[in-house]
T-cell receptor
């Protein structure tokens, strides 16, 4: 069965520094990959998604992610973070074997230090 | 458009009580789902529906019932609340086909505490 691992439960980073949030999934069969963001006391919203094509995907708020099939990874990056990026970030995978249901990672809290 | 709405925002129950969490969407989405969010565990799927009159179980369905009589509404019923059901509950919807490439739209959540 598909599983998703977000290797860091928290990532502290200084404002204006770059950040990478890591995500690995277990199955190498055809998958769709997503990053969602949850701001404090809110629901989740889509940051970006990979369906096919270019392995570098750009999303909202300056975030991007790179799909690496050989390493089954989909890491999220931003070159310069802002205090408003403080949130929890979730990686999710949808594969044909699970009838397209999303399998979620445990989440990574991004903590921006002033 | 209001998007996905959930009521109530907060609820405290005693063990054994029953209640219904409401979810509605005004985007004419066929797919709707309920998740629970617990610290360090991400989101876990409780039940989902691919259209009116069709529901199915997710990863953690025990203790919960759902029905889908209309496209817009997808209520979640707790039959006999237990402390293990203390969680934040999110309703989500997605466009037709329930295909995995569709973005899911989330409600603001219901924070439930069972004493």
């Amino acid at each position: 069965a598909q599983s998703v691992t977000q290797l860091d439960s928290q990532v502290p980073v200084f404002e204006e520094a770059p950040v990478e949030l890591r995500c690995n999934y277990s199955s190498s069969v055809s998958v769709y990959l997503f990053w969602y963001v949850q701001y404090p006391n809110q629901g989740l919203q889509l940051l970006l998604k990979y369906l096919s094509g270019s392995t570098l995907v750009k999303g909202i708020n300056g975030f991007e992610a790179e799909f690496n099939k050989s390493q089954t990874s989909f890491h999220l990056r931003k070159p310069s973070v802002h205090i408003s990026d403080t949130a929890e970030y979730f990686c999710a995978v949808s594969d044909l074997g699970s009838n397209y249901q999303l399998i979620w990672g445990a989440g990574t809290k991004l903590i921006i230090k002033p | 458009n209001a998007g996905v709405t959930q009521t109530p925002k907060f609820q405290v129950l005693k063990t054994g009580q029953s209640m219904t969490l409401q979810c509605a969407q005004d985007m004419n989405h066929e797919y709707m789902s309920w998740y629970r969010q617990d610290p360090g565990m991400g989101l876990r799927l409780i039940h989902y529906s691919v259209g009116a009159g069709i529901t199915d179980q997710g990863e953690v369905p025990n203790g919960y019932n759902v029905s889908r009589s209309t496209t817009e509404d997808f209520p979640l019923r707790l039959l006999s609340a237990a402390p293990s059901q203390t969680s934040v509950y999110f309703c989500a919807s997605a466009p037709s086909g329930a295909r995995g490439y569709n973005e899911q739209f989330f409600g603001p959540g219901t924070r439930l505490t069972v004493l």
